[in-house]
């Protein structure tokens, strides 16, 4: 008996890490017609060590041992453009972008995706944790498809994956959606696959494990300021805006005695091992007037119950009817935060969706970061979201 997904192509990024080996497997398994796609969007040859050169090996090990063929496919030019060069520009101006929503949206599910169109393959699949399902609100329409959060809610990646639209998710599969990250472990361990043991990366997407800093130093030009607090006392001074992020620990403690408008000389390093300091957070950067605002930790200005955000994707392709009481994460893996998109109106940015979302949130919520993604959920499915300004 000839099998009903023989027919069926797949291209699977191939990423050289555990999950997309189990993904392949799975498919292979499965019956698909299954071809493997090694992405390099990015290479720096003025590194020691080119970062995604073991990844490939890896890669074509796993390859080799599912029997399919492995493609290496380069976007560089198309990483470069579309994530890049706006996340210098976001960092620039004093805000913290996130380069793998970026990578989604316009690279892996869009350049890649129109190759893999081009090419005739019916489906791209991944080995990313979501879910896709579908299903027709009548008889006779169109099935709308839906993002859930994948079984394993720990390492659920639809927050990445909210910017998607509907054009992508019908071409899309993700073969560990429902799996636990321990039953992925396991399943690699009884394919046999050269990846089983290999530790997760934790680098910048496509870019390697090097810190952001780093990556920065050379690509953004930065200017040293002044660190003040809430009330405007001057604290010391910082390397640039870029490098700092919004409810970040900085290296300044004070004597818990100390009250805003003391003797900044009081101030000492964190690494004094000096007892009973309490530790600076920013909390804010005053990017006109080139300042960090630090302070510590229970200060009200690292709060917020009300935020705003733009350029918003719903992943179904329309938004829901306000207001919508509904969960929201503002960064992977945080537990979802009770919140009600109260209202919508125009923006006054010339964007190409500029529709801004009020967000209240039943309670406060710290460190909320302007050029990071609000993401919005209700009874376990990704409707979308948008940067926070």
Same mark, same amino acid.
């Given at each position: 008996m000839v099998n009903?997904?023989?027919? *069926?192509?797949? %291209?699977?990024c191939m990423s050289g890490g555990v999950d997309s080996s189990v993904a392949a497997a799975l498919l292979v398994k499965a019956g698909y017609d299954v071809t493997g796609a090694f992405m390099v969007n990015y290479d720096d040859q003025s590194q020691e060590k080119v970062c995604w050169r073991s990844d490939y090996h890896d890669a074509l090990r796993v390859s080799?041992? %599912?029997g399919i063929k492995l493609l290496r496919l380069d976007f560089i030019k198309e990483y470069q453009r579309d994530v890049l060069d706006y996340v210098y520009k976001e960092y620039s101006a004093g805000r913290t972008p996130n380069p793998d929503v970026l990578c989604n949206k316009f690279v892996?599910?869009?350049a890649w995706l129109e190759w893999a169109n081009e090419l005739e393959f019916d489906y791209i699949a991944t080995g990313h944790y979501a879910v896709i399902s579908t299903r027709a609100k009548r008889s006779g329409e169109i099935p709308l498809v839906r993002l859930l959060e994948s079984k394993d809610k720990n390492k659920d990646q639809t927050y990445f994956l909210h910017q998607l639209n509907q054009e992508?998710?019908?071409?899309?599969?993700?073969?560990i959606g429902g799996y636990t990250?321990?039953?992925?472990?396991?399943l690699a361990q009884k394919f046999d696959l050269p990846t089983a043991e290999k530790e997760e990366s934790m680098g910048i997407c496509f870019v390697g494990e090097v810190s952001m800093r780093e990556f920065l130093k050379d690509k953004v030009k930065t200017h040293q300021g002044k660190i003040v607090d809430s009330a405007g006392e001057i604290l010391g001074e910082h390397d640039g805006l870029a490098y700092y992020t919004i409810g970040q620990r900085i290296g300044l403690s004070l004597r818990p005695a100390m009250r805003r408008g003391s003797?900044?000389?009081n101030v000492i390093p964190v690494q004094t091992g000096i007892q009973d300091v309490k530790p600076f957070y920013i909390l804010d950067k005053n990017t006109k007037a080139n300042e960090l605002v630090v302070g510590f930790d229970d200060d009200p200005l690292l709060y917020k119950k009300e935020i705003t955000i733009a350029e918003v994707n719903w992943t179904s392709g329309q938004p829901?009817?306000?207001? %919508?009481?509904?969960?929201v994460r503002l960064r992977h893996r945080q537990e979802l935060q009770s919140a009600t998109l109260c209202h919508s109106e125009r923006s006054e940015t010339k964007s190409k969706n500029p529709l801004t979302i009020t967000i209240q949130f039943t309670k406060p919520q710290r460190a909320v970061t302007p050029g990071q993604y609000a993401v919005i959920y209700l009874k376990g499915e990704c409707l979308?979201?948008?940067? *926070?300004?």
């Open positions: 009903k997904n023989s027919k *069926i192509k797949v %291209l699977v080799a041992k %599912l892996k599910f869009g992508q998710l019908k071409k899309v599969l993700f073969p990250k321990d039953e992925v472990r396991k003797n900044p000389t829901p009817k306000f207001p %919508l009481k509904c969960q979308g979201g948008g940067v *926070i300004l």
